[in-house]
């Protein structure tokens, strides 16, 4: 294997050739910045017990989740956060670096973690209520990186002083060149007119914007956000759908027993931009994917998103994982 230095809109990746190939197939590892919040999910075991079950700690956090699952399907990643000192944050910092994830950018702080208790309804679906007072996440003061991509979302873009700091952020990664991403992941806490007014403050200078067809709903509709040069919808039960312009392609989903569909959107953004980095395709680049591209990335991430849902909790696949799915093998 040999590793050239390359440039990408003049940020520094390396260029992978695998030496053992014939073909000697180039990959590019653009370093992913995945910004946001990691904290404790509480998630039901007993779902007959009603909403008296018992609750099972579990690491999660959109942004967590997406930089877990980034790493695990080969991407090169760093998490930009503010975390507790407490257990639960240590237990956090702890799963990153185990699974390859650069803490460099990770702030720690003595204040607590955030915990959101989940309740899962007959289809696997969850939903959240967050506890996030004086919580060490919204501290957070990011400092100014360049990076070839960056993710931005969920309850960090709602909880001040942290929500501003990260929407300057993300303004000052996309007019340096990187490549932003936007998953808003709406719940109960941000469903307000003043976090939507937020989000479309920023839209001119987002790049991929994965969102469910509820979320198009809240922004006013497909015509609010069509600027967005690449818009990835979750359907649930029917699939994904990519939008580029007057470009779309619907992709269904994998076949798996679903147990739950925590992380499910969040392991989603990270196959799809995983893929784009794999690819070396940068904001300029978009216009010119070819569709088969793009209806691959698509099918790797609805593969992705299928055997995070058949796992309890947010447990995305490794690569090698989707890859078998891909190639006609059950889940493991």
Request: with cysteine; glycine share 10%; hydrophobic share 40%.
């Amino acid at each position: 294997m040999h590793r050239i230095p390359a440039t990408f809109s003049g940020i520094l990746a390396i260029t992978t050739y695998q030496a053992s190939s014939p073909n000697r197939r180039k990959v590019l590892h653009i370093m992913i910045t995945v910004c946001g919040e990691g904290l404790i999910d509480l998630v039901p075991t007993d779902q007959a017990a009603g909403p008296l079950s018992p609750l099972q700690p579990a690491l999660g956090g959109g942004p967590f989740n997406a930089a877990i699952a980034s790493a695990r399907l080969g991407g090169e990643v760093q998490f930009l956060s503010r975390l507790s000192t407490d257990a639960f944050g240590e237990a956090l910092h702890a799963a990153l670096r185990h699974n390859g994830v650069s803490t460099n950018l990770v702030q720690r702080g003595e204040e607590p973690t955030t915990l959101a208790v989940s309740s899962i309804d007959d289809s696997g679906s969850a939903s959240f209520n967050f506890y996030v007072e004086g919580t060490a996440d919204r501290l957070v003061d990011p400092p100014t990186v360049m990076s070839g991509y960056a993710c931005f979302g969920t309850v960090s873009l709602v909880l001040e002083p942290g929500a501003g700091r990260y929407l300057e952020l993300l303004r000052t990664m996309s007019d340096a060149g990187s490549f932003i991403a936007l998953d808003p992941n709406i719940r109960t806490i941000s469903a307000t007119d003043t976090h939507r007014s937020r989000l479309l403050s920023v839209l001119d200078r987002v790049h991929l914007l994965k969102l469910s067809e509820d979320e198009v709903d809240f922004f006013g509709g497909p015509d609010v956000i069509a600027s967005v040069p690449l818009i990835v919808i979750t359907r649930g039960g029917d699939g994904l759908t990519l939008v580029r312009g007057s470009t779309v392609i619907d992709i269904p989903p994998a076949e798996v027993e679903v147990v739950d569909t925590i992380g499910a959107g969040d392991t989603i953004l990270a196959a799809l931009i995983v893929e784009l980095a794999r690819r070396g395709i940068g904001v300029d680049g978009i216009p010119d994917i070819p569709e088969d591209t793009l209806a691959g990335i698509l099918r790797f991430a609805a593969a992705a998103a299928a055997i995070t849902c058949s796992r309890q909790g947010a447990q995305p696949p490794t690569r090698d994982e989707v890859e078998a799915l891909l190639n006609g093998a059950p889940p493991a």
